[in-house]
């Protein structure tokens, strides 16, 4: 019978396909933050996916606000995109204190931080975070920022800001975390940050949620999407806005605890078994004839 539909799950499929093609854009990041990537990573990217977009039967996008990004960058009609969103795994949980608080001191970490986790790159917007934190820092001065994940490209502005604002004690870098201390690592941290300018869809926010840890988030993209009315949403920009938003979370214990019940009730409406569901009627409207 041979094959009739082919999954390609990340923005490319082959170039040469003899049966209809489903694929799931994850970002649109190398168009609508260009200056983010290096010329040969946006030249491959964009050449590639948009062929891609274009010779598919149908596409899935991972948000809307990809969705959107699909037709406003690429023209692609509306009506060839599904959205489904991802899910969280069940290992991210609230963590017994006791595990934590032994996990917290034999890792060496400091009692109250903030974390962020993803690749250091720049559309994570991170040295507008650092400036917020190099203020927040003098009110709270027994807090730390965790900048959690590998080094991308262009990085090299980040550890700068660090170094001009004389923050080498107060910001830590500990790299690439697997995945099954994520969760360790959301627990102990007292609120998750994520200044991005741009996303596909943002599991870290999802992740902390599901954790039960605060979470404030740019207002960029796809971040209300997961983050909703469950954590603060902030202009990704305005260092400023940063620094009030974290501020008033440090200062307000019963603020934290109502954010952790919201971000977890939040968290539970992201399952990866509506997205296989919704994936597999995407399959059944191709095969079908449907666009």
């Known amino acids: 019978m041979g094959i009739r539909l082919l999954h390609s799950p990340v923005n490319i499929q082959p170039l040469v396909l003899p049966c209809k093609g489903v694929v799931t ?20 990217q964009r050449l590639f996916t948009q062929l891609s977009v274009r010779r598919a039967t149908h596409l899935i996008a991972i948000s809307r606000s990809t ?10 009609d509306p009506a060839k995109v599904s959205v489904t969103l991802p899910g969280v795994d069940s290992h991210y949980r609230p963590l017994e204190r006791a595990l934590v608080s032994e996990w917290r001191r034999k890792r060496g970490l400091p009692e109250r931080f903030l974390l962020y986790l993803g690749t250091l790159e720049p559309r994570k917007n991170l040295p507008t975070l650092i400036r917020a934190f190099a203020a927040f820092r003098q009110g709270n001065p027994g807090v730390e920022l ?19 604002l004389g923050l080498q004690d107060d910001v830590l870098f500990p790299g690439y975390i697997a995945e099954d201390e994520l969760p360790l ?3 102990a941290a007292e609120a998750f940050v994520y200044p991005s300018l741009y996303e596909g869809f943002g599991l870290p926010p999802l992740e902390a949620m599901a954790c039960g840890t605060p979470v404030v988030a740019s207002n ?3 971040l209300p999407e997961v983050v909703g009315s469950a954590g603060f949403l902030v202009a990704p920009d305005d260092a400023e806005e940063w620094y009030a938003a974290l501020s008033r979370l440090a200062r307000d214990p019963s603020l934290r605890v109502a954010l952790r019940q919201r971000g977890l009730e939040r968290a539970k409406e992201f399952t990866w ?8 009627q995407v399959y059944r409207h191709v095969l079908a004839g449907g666009v």
């Open 67 to 76: 969705a959107e990004d699909l037709t406003r960058f690429l023209g692609v």
């Open 185 to 187: 690592w959301y627990n």
């Open 220 to 222: 960029a993209s796809s």
């Open 273 to 280: 078994a509506r997205m296989w569901q919704q994936t597999v």
């Open 146 to 164: 965790v900048l959690a994940g590998g080094k991308g490209w262009l990085y090299q502005p980040i550890l700068t800001s660090v170094k001009e």
């Open 25 to 44: 854009v994850m970002d649109l990041s190398f168009l609508v933050f260009p200056e983010g990537f290096r010329a040969p990573q946006r030249r491959y």
